[in-house]
């Protein structure tokens, strides 16, 4: 039980995001009006930075609970598994348990893409790791 606390206690701000989708993508979308940026419709933007953030945030709570550079990984492994799964689940939850939201082959593609954006983000940020293993 400790241990699953200690887990959790890195993991807040990753469950806090992670609720942030949930909420945002089962409400209803009101008539909001699609955008294109570059040929890219806005809302895959969008799946695909909130995305990015989540995996952002589940790495920096596996790097302070592991503490080790070779690990890294791993804890990319099991960043993206989680990540991929939650956006199954998002847009399987759209598609069954939602009036006005559909689940979408297209943004479960833009959160993949998000997560991989995730990845790079947080290597352009703490790079290998090797800090750790002072």
Same mark, same amino acid.
Request: overall charge positive; glycine content about 6%.
């Given at each position: ?21 949930? &909420?945002?993508? $089962? ?27 989540? &995996? ?21 492994? $099991? ?45 352009? &940020? ?9």
């Amino acid at each position: 039980m400790k241990n699953i606390l200690h887990i959790l206690k890195h993991q807040l701000p990753a469950i806090a995001w992670a609720i942030f989708i949930l &909420v945002l993508c $089962t409400t209803s979308n009101a008539g909001f009006q699609v955008q294109t940026v570059f040929n890219i419709p806005t809302d895959k933007l969008g799946h695909a930075f909130i995305f990015a953030v989540l &995996v952002y945030f589940i790495m920096l709570g596996l790097i302070k609970y592991w503490r080790f550079s070779f690990l890294l990984n791993k804890i990319r492994i $099991t960043a993206l598994s989680i990540a991929i799964v939650y956006a199954a689940a998002i847009e399987l939850i759209q598609h069954y348990f939602t009036n006005d939201r559909i689940g979408d082959y297209w943004d479960f593609l833009a959160d993949i893409i998000g997560c991989l954006i995730g990845l790079i983000m947080f290597y352009s &940020v703490y790079g290998n790791l090797k800090f750790l293993d002072k």
